[in-house]
């Protein structure tokens, strides 16, 4: 059987730069960033008190009905905003010959907020300190005051997708991956192998996530991933610096509308790119370490470059090398941006010093499930309009990290090829490839 090509023909996102594409693009290519100090909740006693956090964001101004929403949680919520944003982009709400039977869901989610006020106020009383348990009566008689069912539920990882199916009549293949940093890059690979069995026509895609809650900042400062920068937060996120010293958190919701090429060119949609190649690999070392040697980045990275059908190790007839854009992973962290360099050593050889390779996680922070998303949305835009948006910070190079970083100022080149990098907790590794249409 033909193998189907899958393309991409509606994008959106709700971020922490802002809430649609072309404002939150000219910021990333102005080298800005949205890392400010936490007000959600009180962060003055944290390690780390500081994130690029979602602010002025409206969710009921992207749906028919709020009330049919009730209240969603925080990755719902940017989730539907990111979805009608693609969904309107895409020219599918006015086909009229749409079978929704054959339009699914595939998204990287996280949690929402968690109501860690409600988990305290409910907990710490019926804690016996003697006894070194919590007594069950006067638990639950906290829960009966303090924790609102319908409130929690909407936390769940599956209720964005939930939602939107609900908001756009969507029935066909449901599906959510929970795989950390690498969940959005995980969905979409696989929602575009649905769509290539023919399982399909169209696939909504991408991740929603907030970890920007007491318990998410608590769990990673205890992990040591955030920087503790609070004297120049601003400058705090700096990947591929010598003084890198952690990430900075963020949140919010990339999304994609994937279709086969067929149904695209059926009803004549504009065709942003084609996804050519998905790959994935198992680090198979610890849980939240990735192998020295870079096994598992590069494992993924050449998966889906054969699936792409790229040699890269070649040129193209202009001596360029077959990839001229690399979106990395980036995170900030001593480990990860050592091991990612190292691993694009391994599977590009000679031509890894000729790629640009940029983490626009430098200037929006780490969306967590939602930042393969976020990320590959940058390369659709980085093909559109011949510019690489810069890393940030990096005023200080690590004389170990020798690669083409494109260090603070955006630069203009042709980008007809660009591959996305994302790995997760757990030693999750994936990768896409995207080409022009």
Request: charged letters at 20%; a negative charge.
């Amino acid at each position: 059987m033909t193998r189907r090509r899958v393309v991409i023909t509606g994008s959106g996102w709700i971020t922490p730069m802002g809430h649609d594409i072309e404002s939150v693009w000219k910021r990333l290519v102005a080298g800005e960033t949205s890392v400010a100090p936490i007000d959600r909740f009180d962060a003055a006693t944290f390690p780390t008190s500081f994130a690029n956090q979602v602010r002025e964001y409206d969710w009921t101004k992207y749906v028919e009905s709020a009330a049919r929403h009730g209240q969603p949680g925080m990755h719902t919520a940017f989730a539907l905003g990111a979805t009608r944003q693609a969904w309107d982009t895409s020219g599918l709400g006015d086909f009229a010959a749409l079978d929704r039977r054959r339009c699914g869901l595939y998204l990287g989610s996280g949690e929402g907020v968690l109501d860690f006020d409600a988990y305290q106020k409910t907990t710490v009383p019926a804690w016996q300190a003697e006894l070194g348990s919590v007594n069950d009566s006067t638990w639950l008689a906290g829960a009966k005051e303090h924790i609102a069912c319908r409130h929690e539920v909407a936390q769940e990882p599956n209720e964005p997708i939930a939602h939107i199916a609900r908001e756009f009549g969507l029935r066909g293949p449901a599906f959510n991956c929970l795989t950390a940093c690498a969940a959005s890059t995980q969905a979409i690979g696989e929602a575009c192998d649905i769509l290539r069995r023919g399982d399909a026509d169209v696939m909504i895609s991408g991740g929603t996530h907030t970890m920007l809650h007491v318990l998410g900042m608590t769990g990673f400062n205890r992990l040591t991933a955030l920087s503790t920068r609070s004297e120049d937060y601003q400058h705090a996120s700096r990947p591929f610096s010598r003084s890198r010293g952690g990430f900075v958190m963020g949140e919010g919701s990339g999304v994609i509308i994937l279709e086969s090429l067929e149904h695209a060119e059926a009803r004549g949609a504009t065709i942003l790119a084609e996804v050519t190649g998905y790959g994935s690999s198992a680090d198979a070392y610890r849980i939240t370490d990735l192998h020295p040697e870079g096994r598992g980045p590069a494992a993924a990275m050449n998966a889906a470059m054969r699936e792409a059908g790229i040699d890269p190790s070649a040129a193209d007839e202009d001596g360029r090398p077959p990839v001229q854009y690399i979106s990395a992973h980036g995170t900030g962290t001593q480990e990860n941006d050592a091991i990612e360099t190292k691993s694009v050593k391994l599977v590009f050889g000679d031509n890894a010093p000729k790629i640009p390779m940029t983490s626009i996680k430098s200037m929006m922070g780490h969306l967590i499930c939602a930042a393969g998303a976020v990320e590959l949305i940058t390369c659709l835009l980085i093909m559109r309009d011949g510019i690489i948006p810069p890393t940030i910070n990096l005023t200080d190079p690590d004389p170990e990290l020798d690669l083409d970083y494109v260090p603070n100022t955006a630069r203009k080149t042709a980008v007809d090829t660009c591959l996305s990098n994302s790995f997760g907790f757990g030693g999750q590794n994936d990768t896409l490839v995207v080409t022009q249409p």
